[in-house]
């Protein structure tokens, strides 16, 4: 949709624009807490078939032609986008945001953009702050808008995917302890009777958030942005918005129920019955509401640390937890735990069956050694997730550390810098959940992981590329 507006650009101006927007978004501390704004970016390789008959709008929005006539602008921005990434900020570290999404097509998925595409991995070895979107599974649609967190809008609400994935959102979501689910349940009969309860509440407090979004709106007159008219509409369309059921601990209520985790195939099974469950209530809720529920993979940054460490008081040596003392979490979600001793393929074939059943949100964590480097190995392995799985949102996350002294960029977990020597200022960088962060290690780093989460990163797993 930007591309009408980079017509008689030169390549240079379309960099140094995309420059300026990546640098501004990196520095603009306006967020709550001096944060900088979470953003996201969608790129497309290609002007999409579905878009390509479509009116184009440039500057002004006049009417430009279709978008069609803007495949070269589409390619150039895709590229700035990348070099710039891959160029790094001045020190050399990554550019935390925007996160940077690509959408994967069939169309595009040819030798004409794979040079293009390259260059994608290029990035994606070099830091593992790229994200895919994997648009060619069965069930997909034409559009499918992520965020860097995982939450996602599909046209698979009116079928219209101006009205369902433009100006609208994931409006709340509450998000289900599974475990203490399993840890209350006698039998798995039991399991879907907590279920509803749990439900239930999920329901009555998401209806309470979408009626104080409503104030929000029309009343106390707070958001005159999204207010703005468009059309004789309002920009922002919250009847097109999504009220979520997200859930965390998956695999530890396997384990409770079962004494297997969702490895285990007859536990698996078990689990996607109950989130087959979840979205029926959600379907139910369409119905009885006219509003649009989904389901979704919560990122539970801090949930799954509170979850845990709530439960572990409550519940004492019941409580199936991952981690080690004060330290302890559940595991993302559907999602493999992260010290699996599972293959990367066999990990994909476990929660590619996941991923239908979480509409509203969800991603594939593939966690790289410091031997996957090279680019045409990542590209192989996505054609292959692209081509031959239901994984619809993924990334290849690398863990980096930067010496705050003398600023040397390393792969892995480094607690000593191998330039200078320093130990106390070498910080480290990965995905929490959904995007890339600063650990908080070194000791003049602002923020940081809460202690599960650095527990879950020092457990996770990594691939290698042999």
């Not at 302890?328 to 239908?356: G, R």
């Amino acid at each position: 949709f930007v591309a009408p507006f980079a017509r008689g650009r030169s390549y240079e101006e379309i960099k140094q624009s995309v420059q300026m927007l990546i640098y501004n978004l990196n520095m603009a501390y306006a967020a709550r807490g001096s944060q900088v704004p979470f953003t996201s970016m969608a790129l497309e390789f290609g002007v999409p078939d579905f878009l390509k008959e479509e009116t184009a709008y440039g500057p002004k929005g006049q009417v430009v032609g279709t978008y069609a006539d803007f495949e070269e602008e589409t390619r150039l921005i895709q590229r700035a986008f990348t070099e710039t990434l891959l160029d790094g900020d001045n020190e050399g570290k990554p550019h935390l945001f925007p996160n940077t999404i690509y959408t994967l097509r069939e169309e595009t998925m040819t030798s004409e953009y794979e040079e293009d595409i390259r260059l994608v991995h290029e990035l994606s070895a070099k830091y593992g702050s790229s994200y895919f979107v994997n648009m060619l599974a069965d069930y997909r649609g034409d559009m499918a808008n992520y965020m860097g967190c995982r939450t996602c809008l599909q046209d698979n609400w009116t079928g219209d995917w101006d009205q369902d994935c433009l100006r609208t959102g994931n409006l709340a979501y509450v998000t289900l302890n599974l475990p203490r689910i399993g840890y209350q349940s006698k039998d798995e009969s039991q399991v879907f009777e907590y279920l509803d309860e749990y439900m239930d509440l999920a329901t009555e407090t998401l209806m309470l958030r979408r009626e104080q979004g409503l104030k929000c709106l029309n009343d106390f007159h707070i958001l005159p942005f999204l207010k703005q008219k468009v059309a004789e509409d309002s920009y922002y369309r919250i009847q097109n918005s999504t009220l979520s059921f997200g859930f965390v601990g998956l695999n530890e209520m396997l384990l409770s129920l079962f004494g297997e985790g969702i490895e285990n195939p007859d536990a698996n099974k078990f689990g996607i019955k109950c989130l087959e469950y979840i979205n029926e209530r959600a379907n139910q809720l369409k119905e009885e509401t006219g509003l649009r529920w989904s389901v979704l993979q919560t990122p539970a940054e801090s949930t799954a640390y509170r979850f845990a460490t709530l439960d572990k008081k409550q519940f004492g040596d019941q409580a199936i937890v991952q981690g080690d003392g004060n330290a302890n979490y559940y595991t993302n979600s559907s999602h493999v735990p992260v010290d699996t001793s599972a293959s990367l393929i066999e990990k994909i074939k476990i929660e590619e069956q996941y991923h239908p059943l979480t509409p509203g949100g969800h991603i594939f964590h593939a966690f790289m050694g410091e031997s996957y480097s090279d680019p045409d190995s990542l590209m192989s392995l996505t054609n292959k997730i692209a081509r031959k799985s239901n994984i619809g949102f993924w990334a290849y996350s690398s863990a980096l550390s930067f010496c705050l002294k003398c600023k040397t960029l390393m792969k892995g977990l480094n607690h000593v810098c191998p330039t200078c020597g320093e130990s106390e200022d070498v910080e480290w960088y990965d995905r929490i959940t959904g995007y890339v962060q600063q650990v908080g290690r070194a000791k003049s780093a602002s923020g940081g992981w809460n202690p599960g989460k650095r527990q879950e990163l020092i457990d996770r797993r990594r691939f290698e590329d042999n």
